[in-house]
């Protein structure tokens, strides 16, 4: 706990100096006036829609552990995402809010051992940062066909990340995990891990790796949705090219929550389009804000 402590308190501090950084030379006055015009029910069908995406990701990771999930099993496991989302904002990073979440599960589903729930958790996760790494590398690749200005470095680091993610995939579909666990009889106690990782189940990754490009798309709408709320009419193109890429360099265990890095990266890229610094600050921070709200009705859940 006092390691964890001492994470947020750095991560608050970096948070700080990030956000005084992107706010530097803005009328942060101005831009709270801005938001706090926004129509409460903007705020209502945006973290609406924020609770589909949470929805979406309860069904991806329903289908790992169960296959074929019925409604009321993908709003179990719905309900047990957002958990995760709020202890996240507890924890160093959101894989802290993985290390909890599963937990939530156990009373309702006590056919299915404590060890399958919780690596479904990190499985689910690698699945989904597949489809980050996917969307960012196809982001970098249709930017540069369309001249958009990405730093070369970009390129590269996520190439890499692609290449990572192609090994994942080539040892899953390529290793049979029975045979090798039955041959080894010291990797017994791994046969719950990589229960989701057999032969018989790989249609399963294939499925959750559809869903969750499906809730990348999905997610992009997000900041456009943010945008005309705001009164900010952003270029779904724009949006397209530059938020995977700004998704995943936030994936970093570097801010809390994502506030300072989220704005100075909005900044950064949008502006290289003609979008002016206050008007990126106001969707980033609003953004943000609906983030923590959103994670915020995961401990509504937890209390009721």
């Known amino acids: 706990m006092k390691k964890i402590l001492n994470f947020k308190i750095l991560q608050f501090l970096f948070s ?17 006036q801005e938001m706090s015009r926004v129509e409460w029910w903007w705020v209502v069908i945006l973290l609406g829609y924020m609770a589909i995406s ?13 296959g074929k999930p019925k409604l ?19 924890f160093p990073t959101a894989l802290g809010g993985d290390l909890v979440k599963w937990t939530t599960l156990i009373k309702k589903y006590p056919e299915i051992s404590k060890m399958k729930l919780a690596s479904s958790t990190l499985i689910d996760r690698i699945v989904g940062f597949s489809a980050f790494v996917t969307m960012a590398i196809s982001s970098l690749l249709l930017g540069k066909i369309l001249k958009y200005n990405f730093p070369a470095y970009l390129m590269w680091l996520f190439l890499g990340l692609g290449g990572v993610t192609i090994i994942f995939y080539v040892i899953v579909f390529r290793v049979d995990f029975e045979k090798l666990l039955a041959k080894y009889q010291f990797l017994n106690k791994m046969v719950e891990v990589m229960d989701m990782l057999k032969k018989s189940h790989q ?5 959750c790796y559809g869903i969750s490009l499906m809730a990348q798309l999905f997610w992009l709408c997000q ?8 009164g900010v009419m952003m270029n779904f193109m724009d949006i397209l090219i530059f938020m995977p890429v700004i998704s995943l360099i936030l994936t970093l265990p ?3 929550a994502g506030f300072g890095m989220r704005e100075n990266l909005f900044v950064y890229f949008f502006s290289t389009v003609g979008y002016q610094p206050e008007q990126m600050l106001l ?3 609003f953004l943000g804000t609906l983030g923590v709200l959103n994670a915020l009705l995961g401990g509504l ?4």
């Open 254 to 256: 570097i801010s809390w």
């Open 16 to 32: 700080g100096l990030l956000i005084y950084w992107a706010f530097r030379k803005v009328d942060v006055g101005g831009l709270l």
């Open 54 to 66: 949470v929805l979406i990701g309860g069904w991806r990771w329903a289908i790992l552990v169960l």
């Open 203 to 207: 249609d399963r990754i294939l499925r």
């Open 72 to 90: 009321r099993q993908i709003l179990d496991f719905a309900k047990a995402a957002y958990a995760g989302a709020f202890f996240a904002l507890f």
């Open 301 to 304: 859940l937890l209390i009721f």
């Open 283 to 285: 969707v980033s921070t």
């Open 223 to 230: 900041v456009w949705l943010v945008g005309q709320a705001l």
